[in-house]
T-cell receptor, first 112, second 114 residues
């Protein structure tokens, strides 16, 4: 069974601080996505990483896929209150079923 | 803009009273998913349709049913809601299963059971 372990589960920081969220597995994923979900809304796709070692940037957010495609990280530089939300990593399951394996999620609160 | 729409955004129902949640999409994606999400947790897949082929998750209660009359619409029926079914219900779509697995979510329906 493929699992994604996401950490930390909760993070409360001050505006301007940096943070990193980790997503780890013992399984290889063909792709991995990061979503952000604001309270009362559905998750919004931020990025998809596909190639081992790949790094993608989205403004202050940097996403990395591990060389072995078993882990990923999300780094936020100079966090702002607008970054507050639930961050979810999700990987493509085995057998090309179209189903996603989700991490447990990281609730981020950025205080002004 | 192409999108995933869920109606209603908020639904209140009584214990045991059937309720239907709806989802429509203008993305013309052939895969549609229903998830249940409880507070600050990851979404839990209930079932998905690959075109008209229905795929139920092994641990989805029989109380939950789904219909997909055409490509654009999908419905979630809860036959006899219990207090434990209060949650956010999310609909998502994706193109034909590929290595990217990208899913596009609707805004969700918050279900309250009284």
């Amino acid at each position: 069974t493929q699992l994604l372990e996401q950490s930390p589960q909760f993070l409360s920081i001050q505006e301007g601080e940096n943070l990193t969220v980790y997503c780890n597995s013992s399984s290889v994923f063909s792709s991995l996505q990061w979503y952000r979900q604001e309270p009362g809304e559905g998750p919004v796709l931020l990025v998809t990483v596909v190639t081992g070692g790949e790094v993608k940037k989205l403004k202050r957010l940097t996403f990395q896929f591990g060389d072995a495609r078993k882990d990923s990280s999300l780094h936020i530089t100079a966090a702002q209150p607008g970054d507050t939300g639930l961050y979810l990593c999700a990987g493509g399951g085995s057998g090309n079923t179209g189903k996603l394996i989700f991490g447990q999620g990281t609730t981020l609160q950025v205080k002004p | 803009d192409a999108m995933v729409i869920q109606n209603p955004r908020y639904q209140v129902t009584q214990f045991g009273k059937p309720v239907t949640l709806s989802c429509s999409q203008t993305l013309n994606h052939n895969v549609m998913y229903w998830y249940q999400q409880k507070s600050s947790q990851a979404p839990k897949l209930l079932f998905h349709y690959y075109d008209k082929d229905f795929n139920n998750e092994a641990d989805t209660p029989d109380n939950f049913q789904s219909r997909r009359p055409n490509t654009s619409f999908c419905f979630l029926d809860i036959r006899s809601p219990g207090l434990g079914d209060a949650a956010m219900y999310l609909c998502a779509t994706s193109r034909e299963a590929s290595d990217l697995y990208e899913q596009y979510f609707g805004p969700g329906t918050r279900l309250t059971v009284t």
